[in-house]
């Protein structure tokens, strides 16, 4: 499996695109659409990733943690 490279521009102009509601993303010299907001998060988040795992790093991860004392 062939790895691919992603860069800090192509990150940021996607992160850019996705605040202002665009679909069209255009960086270093390229000119992506994107089909709607979801495919253009699911991007970003699978860049994220990639970058964070090739740099030894983790993504951030959230949760939401409860508590009980056995009352009701």
Do not use: C, H, W
């Amino acid at each position: 499996m062939a790895l691919m490279s992603f860069s800090q521009a192509e990150l940021d102009a996607l992160r850019r695109a996705y605040a202002a509601g665009a679909l069209v993303v255009e960086y270093d010299g390229r000119r992506l659409t994107y089909g709607n907001a979801a495919d253009l998060l699911a991007r970003i988040r699978f860049i994220e990733g990639q970058m964070a795992n090739s740099s030894g790093g983790s993504r951030p991860v959230a949760g939401k943690a409860s508590f009980s004392r056995g009352r009701t």
